[in-house]
């Protein structure tokens, strides 16, 4: 026992340990000044700068990230102090510690220019989310190679240069990711979509606004507020709807229809055409047509008569044309009767409001057809309507 203890170089062992807790301590009191001071220092001058986009550096944590690597370096700095025979090992160790903040860094950083990048306005158009997840997924892939191999002392060059044999092992493993960048390319490239457009993908339940597109998933949020997560590359296999043209259009489709009751339809009377003549809209198109057609009470086929369903079709023509919240100029406009159903006789607007707001083109909607459905009365037509319960427990 006592020829160990005589073997022990005590001052050797206390000069380790002083080196050793030395470095500890001066990385520990470096790493605090760094993060306590120097990183608010940077931040200050920062927030003083007029322009915002270096704010999203600080909002990242990139500095703070760097600040990481003060410790390993000191650490690194004093390493030529011990024995050779813990350079090596200490190396390695530190070296797979600076390889981790940097690729951590790194992903700082990325994060950082995605969003300086968000903050324009050509962001909306072409979203590079997909593009920045992929990168990451490299860097850490590539980081954490070489962050191996420096912690087990052997080149990374040789093991990159080996990967070229995995390729197919690799391709498979992100089979996914491949499908999802190939599909945010086209996506992008093709401007099929983009962030703040209104899509709908029946087959995923998505009926929306696009409020994220990343590289393996898109983000919907429903109109129920509920949000759909679709995988990128689905929407290269499934078709889906995009409602962005009639938003850029400035106008809105409306396409209704009115079943009229076929036993209501006739030839209009000489008292009918009085009583519609008072119709200001209308007044100038009768006078026209009473010139050219029988007005008389007589039934007959053998000459031109008016019929009240093609004078209200004329009427519903005349009242949008005048009405200020229809385009009837830059869209398409119609006003047509359809086959005869089952139910009646369809009459369908097909025209276009000037306003494309959902709770505005409602509220236009409405106001049309609430006027017609009244309107229809003064020229002796009915709406088709099935029997009620009440309807057929009286004629009971």
């Known amino acids: 026992m006592q020829n160990i203890i005589a073997s022990i170089d005590f001052e050797a062992l206390f000069k380790l340990s002083s080196i050793i807790g030395l470095s500890i301590i001066t990385s520990i009191i470096a790493y605090f000044v ?3 001071y120097i990183i608010k220092i940077i931040h200050k001058l920062i927030f003083k700068t007029k322009s ?11 500095f703070e990230q760097l600040s990481h690597l003060i410790p390993p370096l000191v650490i690194l700095y004093f390493s030529s102090m011990y024995p050779q025979n ?10 797979f510690w600076i390889a981790i903040v940097i690729i951590k860094s790194i992903d700082r950083f990325l994060s ?28 850490y892939i590539l980081g954490f190679i070489i962050a191996v191999c420096l912690l087990v002392g052997v080149s990374p060059w040789g093991v990159l240069s080996g990967v070229g044999a995995f390729t197919a092992v690799l391709m498979f493993i992100f089979k996914d990711t491949i499908l999802s960048l190939v599909a945010s390319v086209q996506i992008v490239a093709n401007d099929l979509f983009k962030v703040g457009d209104w899509i709908e993908a029946p087959n995923f339940g998505a009926d929306g606004e696009v409020i994220d597109i990343a590289l393996h998933s898109v983000k919907v949020q429903n109109w129920d507020k509920t949000i759909v997560t679709i995988p990128t590359y689905k929407f290269m296999e499934n078709s889906f709807k995009n409602w962005r043209g009639m938003s850029d259009s400035g106008g809105r489709r409306i396409k209704r229809a009115l079943f009229i009751d076929v036993n209501s339809i006739k030839f209009c009377t000489p008292q009918l055409l009085e009583k519609l003549n008072k119709i200001e809209i209308i007044k100038d ?26 004078t209200f079709r004329e009427y519903v023509k005349r009242y949008l044309q005048n009405n200020p919240n229809i385009d009837s100029k830059n869209f398409t406009f119609i006003v047509r009767q359809l ?39 003064e020229f002796d037509l009915k709406l088709y309507q099935e029997p009620s319960g009440e309807f057929s427990s009286i004629k009971q």
Do not use: C
């Open 339 to 377: 086959q005869p159903t089952s139910k009646g006789v369809p009459l369908e607007i097909y025209a276009f409001s000037n306003k494309n707001k959902w709770a505005e083109y409602e509220d236009i909607q409405s106001d049309i057809f609430d006027h017609l459905l009244v309107a229809l009365k």
């Open 34 to 36: 760094s993060k306590k």
């Open 86 to 95: 813990m350079q090596d090992a200490l190396s390695q160790i530190v070296g």
């Open 285 to 310: 198109y009768l006078q026209e047509k009473q010139k050219v057609v029988d007005t008389t009470d007589e039934i007959t086929l053998n000459k031109r008569k008016l019929t009240n369903i093609g």
């Open 112 to 139: 950082a220019l995605l969003d300086i990048y968000n903050s324009l306005e050509v962001s909306k158009d072409k979203p590079i989310k997909g593009y920045i997840q992929l990168l990451k997924m490299f860097v």
């Open 52 to 62: 915002s986009w270096d704010d999203s550096f600080i909002k990242t944590g990139f």
